[in-house]
């Protein structure tokens, strides 16, 4: 095992202190298999046992949260009581509360509207001083918004939960061990979360692994077994229960094939569970008998597998993992798929049928749906759509999916046409398109010509969590058909996923006291042991000159580093070439050094301009002192200047005149925060600029208006207004704007929805973007319903055409009311920015997401498209971090 700190662990230490501070939370994370349950059922006997790690305890509760039918943790307590003739539990375990340990088994396995009581108390809303130990498959528990509003009545509730992560890793090897216990009793689980060391070698986890099996079956493995697996094969079974079926098979067929794929395994396995049970009931079969080749020959044993396959997929839908007795789960049992489970119900006691391993029914309702697909079912279209939602639901967790997919073989696009719809999901986390394909041959994956759409066109590497094999298949691939154009990297990237075939723009991200990322194209792994990533300023901005760099983007904020960027530009001749699309110089100084450092900084900026290597400035000159700076050349610098088109100034006193050459310098953005604004002369009457932002300006000549500025120069369109005009509902004319295409609106407590429906209704706005730094405000939640009602009843007249917002503030009703507005056709398209897969149950649920199409489209060209460059919906910088894929986009459209 190994903890959230990343440090290996053995299971006496699972109740350490992390941080000096004792875990009452702990989540044991594992893959399907991995032993989370065993390892939850040893720490039960050792409690038993009286092992000193966990004598401290003086009552522990080992409750599988699938058997709790509806029951309270308060019934099931009182009904153990009884079987010891207990009557007041309750008030025994709330005395020892501090002495209780609580083991909470599957906590994916039971539904969200079942769950309240089980997050309460893992939020220490109950049982607060109790030790609460939850084990569940990695990566699957999340609390979405309505949950938190529903359960805590607010929403800024933190997603974990735990005071302490443990992740079980499987069989590994410990090097310091001298040989592998026995395997018999508990020594065994020992064995399987023996923790895993850097500097293990291959050699002795494969040697682990073989003595396991030896010790299993009792006799020598022969070489020619050992052989047929590769190294990447033998990694497959770091989980006991893979490790322990492949003993199975051994034992059944007395050889293996090559498993290329844990899919291939399990086809091995259910053809050696078919053929021994047939033998041991007397049952005539074909030596070659194989499951998995499609015939139009009848078989009674495929059929029945199918229709198994059929009832499972049901179950796992409904988290349901029983089987009553009837005449096809006895048939199964009889073929060795499913055991009697004796359910112990504290009081009583009943008997079901159970899958040997929930894999074992992922696998079987994979099964069903290849033969469903391949014989052109007419059901096929439903079922895969359950099983898309649980695919996307569990994070992509579940295994029906990617079985389905390596059983597809070279027919994958079979499947990726049926599921076309689903898309723009994967697209917003490469991740789960990892895992979709993570059983499929790299030979079907470069074949397909649908796989297309599943892929985004930016890649962030530091967001790939695992599989780098699979990762590089889809580089290869995305590179090849043109889907993926960009790629960021860190030095956190493992280099190797790149090979020659992938040829694109690479962004290199450089996190340091200063950010930077530059684009070079071509191929990286040709420079990827060179570059920079933990030298000086300097180092970096001599690489990207002398590399292959297309555009460079670099924000400066450290004075020293400013002062190193001035040198380096008046000094080094070199970086002459570098084109900045975007720089941005955060300057707040002591006054006695600011002086000098500003003034060399606007000659600097002065130079860059003049050489037009600056496409977007952000320049904030953060002043506590009333000297303003003289930035008269910067300022005819950036006027003359063809290559700069945006410009954020924050700070500084400009003359606007100056700064559009009278009229004739035209630019895609101005934002003027904290300004002196000299507009004296009639320039601003030329349409020299499309979009406007300001915020706290000062106008010196003619009004102290922003309301004059609007009135007066309608050419220009003011795309965001400061929320202090709105506030409280004091709302400015804005029947006055003419010319305003797209309102970007920052919401603020206690706005009447009411009224600013009615407000964005009047404007001749075609677009209107919404942020709020408020993510449980009732405004924002209920102004899509106002605006919905008011333009029902108002024939649908305004010209609001999109609708941009981030996710994160919305609840539930407003995904369902912008929904609704799509659907009639109040607004055209509606664009959610940074949506969480996990709220995909939440779209499925809208009563509208059968009449709407959801797509994944490109950020950047969202906000050229609405002309939104605000600190809100940042171009090219998000929390000072640069990245073109920080923020996905979910579009949804009428279909």
């Not at 509806?70 to 375990?93: G, M, T």
């Not at 030329?686 to 300006?697: A, E, P």
């Amino acid at each position: 095992m190994e903890n959230d700190t990343k440090k290996s662990i053995e299971i006496e230490e699972i109740f350490h202190p992390l941080n000096n501070i004792q875990p009452l939370r702990i989540l044991v994370e594992g893959q399907p298999g991995f032993g989370k349950t065993t390892l939850a059922t040893k720490l039960v006997h050792d409690w038993a046992m009286g092992k000193k790690y966990i004598d401290s305890f003086k009552f522990t509760f080992f409750i599988p949260l699938r058997e709790l039918h509806n029951r309270s943790i308060k019934e099931v307590l009182e009904q153990i009581a009884r079987r010891f003739n207990v009557s007041d539990i309750s008030d025994i375990v709330n005395l020892h509360e501090k002495n209780t340990l609580f083991l909470f088994d599957g906590l994916d396995e039971i539904s969200r509207e079942d769950r309240r009581e089980i997050v309460r108390i893992l939020y220490k809303q109950i049982y607060c001083y109790a030790t609460v130990i939850a084990f569940c498959r990695t990566g699957l528990f999340a609390l979405d918004r309505d949950e938190r509003e529903q359960f805590f009545a607010q929403t800024n509730v933190r997603q974990n939960f735990q005071c302490k992560l443990v992740r079980t890793l499987g069989v590994k090897r410990d090097k310091k061990k001298q040989g592998i216990r026995k395997l018999t009793g508990w020594n065994f689980i020992d064995t399987v979360l023996s923790r895993i060391l850097p500097k293990r070698s291959k050699m002795t986890r494969l040697q682990t692994k073989i003595q396991f099996l030896e010790k299993f079956l009792g006799r020598p493995i022969e070489d020619n077994i050992i052989q047929s697996l590769s190294w990447e094969i033998w990694e497959m079974f770091d989980s006991p229960l893979l490790l322990t079926l492949l003993a199975v098979i051994i034992e059944k067929d007395g050889h293996i094939d090559d498993f290329s794929t844990k899919t291939v395994f399990y086809e091995k396995l259910f053809n050696s569970i078919v053929k021994h049970s047939s033998v041991k009931l007397g049952n005539e079969i074909s030596h070659d008998f194989n499951l998995f080749r499609m015939d139009s020959s009848i078989d009674p044993i495929r059929d029945s597998m199918r229709q198994f396959g059929r009832l499972s997929a049901r179950k796992i839908m409904k988290n349901d993992l029983k089987f009553d007795s009837d005449d096809l789960t006895k048939q199964i049992y009889e073929l060795g798929f499913l055991m009697i489970h004796k359910e112990i119900l504290y009081d009583s006691a009943k008997s079901h049928f159970e899958a040997l391993h929930y894999s074992i029914m992922e696998f079987a309702a994979a099964f069903a749906l290849w033969v469903d697909l391949k014989s052109e079912c007419a059901s096929i279209e439903d079922n895969l759509k359950l099983v898309m939602h649980h695919f996307l639901e569990s994070n992509g967790t579940s295994l029906v999916l990617p079985f389905l997919a390596c059983l597809m073989d070279d027919e994958l696009d079979l499947l990726l046409g049926h599921i076309d719809s689903f898309a723009a999901w994967f697209c917003l986390d490469i991740n789960l398109t990892v895992k979709f394909l993570s059983d499929c041959l790299s030979s079907n994956i470069s074949k397909s010509k649908y796989l297309r759409t599943f892929i985004p066109s930016s890649v962030d590497c530091i967001e790939i969590n695992d599989d780098n094999l699979k990762v590089k298949d889809l580089l290869i691939y995305g590179s090849e058909c043109g889907k993926i154009e960009h790629i960021t990297i860190t030095k956190y990237t493992d280099s190797k996923i790149f090979t020659n075939e992938i040829q694109s723009f690479f962004e290199v991200k450089i996190t340091r006291e200063y950010s930077i990322l530059f684009t070079i194209s071509g191929k990286i792994q040709l420079l990827s042991n060179s570059i920079p990533f933990d030298r000086p300023l300097n180092e970096v901005l001599l690489f990207a000159a002398t590399s292959n760099c297309q555009s460079c983007a670099l924000s400066l904020s450290n004075p020293s580093d400013i002062a190193e960027f001035c040198e380096l530009i008046m000094k080094e001749k070199i970086l002459s070439k570098l084109k900045y699309h975007y720089l941005k110089i955060k300057a707040e100084l002591e006054y006695k050094y600011k002086q000098v450092l500003i003034m060399k900084l606007a000659e600097v900026l002065t130079k860059l301009l003049e050489n037009d290597q600056v496409q977007y400035l952000c320049l904030s000159l953060l002043s506590h002192h009333e000297k303003m700076f003289d930035f008269t050349e910067f300022t005819h610098a950036a006027a003359q200047s063809k290559y700069l088109t945006c410009l954020h100034l924050c700070g500084l006193t400009i003359d606007l005149d100056e700064l559009t050459n009278s009229g004739n310098k035209n630019y895609t953005y101005m934002s003027f925060v904290q300004c002196r604004l000299i507009c004296g002369r009639p320039s601003l009457l030329k349409n020299c600029c499309q979009h406007l932002r300001c915020d706290d300006v000062e106008f010196v000549q003619p009004d102290a208006s922003i309301n004059h500025l609007t009135k007066s120069y309608l050419a220009w369109n003011v795309v965001a207004l400061s929320d202090k005009l709105y506030r409280n509902s004091n709302f400015p004319d804005y029947a006055c704007w003419k010319n305003l295409q797209t309102l970007h609106l920052r919401m603020s407590l206690g706005i009447d929805p009411n009224k600013l429906a009615n407000c964005i209704f009047t404007l001749p706005i075609t677009n209107l973007a919404i942020t709020s730094e408020y993510n449980d405000d009732e405004s924002t939640s209920n102004l899509f319903k106002c605006m919905n009602n008011l333009w029902a009843v108002s024939n649908d007249t305004s010209q609001l055409k999109t609708i941009l917002l981030t996710e994160f503030i919305l609840n539930k009703s407003s995904r369902f009311d912008l929904m609704e507005g799509v659907v009639r056709h109040h607004w055209d398209k509606v664009y959610f920015v940074a949506p969480n897969v996990h709220n995909f149950r939440v779209f499925m649920e809208s009563p509208c997401y059968s009449n709407v199409r959801l797509t994944h489209v490109d950020y950047q060209s969202i906000l050229l498209e609405l002309g939104l460059f605000t600190v809100d919906f940042p171009l090219f910088v998000y929390d000072g971090h640069f990245s073109y894929q920080q923020y996905k986009v979910l579009s949804v459209s009428p279909k």
